[in-house]
């Protein structure tokens, strides 16, 4: 699986914009980028996913550049409740390491009022 | 409402004593994962499940066990042969194939042991 490399820590103002990045420099073409975030002493929430074209859902969007080797989580109008750790993970679909997510670090997201 | 419970939420046990954690899902789904998180520390996947009677070793089962005898179900048996079990557990599910990553979480439970 290819390494991503994310900020430790971001702050936001609640309402405006949270643009969350990831670095994926060593990502093969079958490998899918996923976004995860995990609110204090909860499981963590599956966000958005998407292999090179951009991708919205209710949640977030996100961007991928053209030659896949980093992306931009977007929340468009951060809240408070959106405060987390935030995780991006690199996987290949089906294979030999089915459905084993490997977490980093992530970010940790504060969200100002 | 579809989803993962597990319980209790919070548990403590004596050193030496087994310990089994419950995970129920009602999604419907196949494959079904335990994680075991440590203070400031991802998620280390412990054991996964594709499919009722079958399991597999994740990257640190060393002293834990595991069933799958129903879809809805895969408790997990820490067991004293875990060195260092105090830790917060999470058990997951998903559908199988390209939708294995697509994991949802159930609210987890933490274990104490002294």
């Known amino acids: 699986d290819a390494k991503t490399t994310q900020p430790p820590s971001m702050d936001c103002a609640e309402g405006r914009a949270a643009n969350l990045p990831c670095n994926h420099s060593?990502?093969?073409?079958?490998?899918?980028v996923y976004w995860y975030r995990q609110i204090h002493s909860q499981g963590p929430q599956y966000i958005i996913h998407?292999?090179?074209n951009n991708e919205t859902n209710e949640m977030a969007s996100l961007i991928i550049t053209e030659d896949r080797k980093s992306s931009t989580l977007i929340l468009p109008h951060a809240t408070l409740r959106d405060t987390a750790v935030y995780y991006c993970?690199?996987?290949?679909?089906?294979?030999?390491?089915?459905?084993?997510?490997?977490f980093g670090q992530g970010t940790i997201l504060t969200v100002h009022p | 409402d579809g989803g993962i419970t597990q319980s209790p939420k919070y548990l403590f046990r004596k050193e030496g004593q087994n310990v089994t954690l419950s995970c129920e899902q009602n999604?419907?789904?196949?494959?079904m994962y335990w994680y075991r998180q440590d203070p400031g520390q991802g998620l280390r996947l412990i054991y996964y499940?594709?499919?009722?009677?079958?399991?597999q070793k994740g990257d640190i089962a060393e002293g834990y066990s595991v069933s799958r005898e129903k879809k809805e179900s895969f408790p997990l048996t820490v067991t004293s042969a875990q060195k260092n079990p105090t830790a917060f557990y999470l058990c997951a599910s998903s559908n199988p194939g390209q939708s294995s990553y697509e994991q949802y979480f159930g609210p987890g439970t933490r274990l104490t042991v002294t």
């Open positions: 499940s594709q499919i009722v009677n079958d399991f």
């Open positions: 999604l419907n789904h196949d494959a």
């Open positions: 993970i690199v996987k290949a679909a089906g294979g030999t390491s089915y459905g084993k997510l490997t």
């Open positions: 998407g292999l090179k």
């Open positions: 060593t990502i093969s073409g079958n490998e899918y």
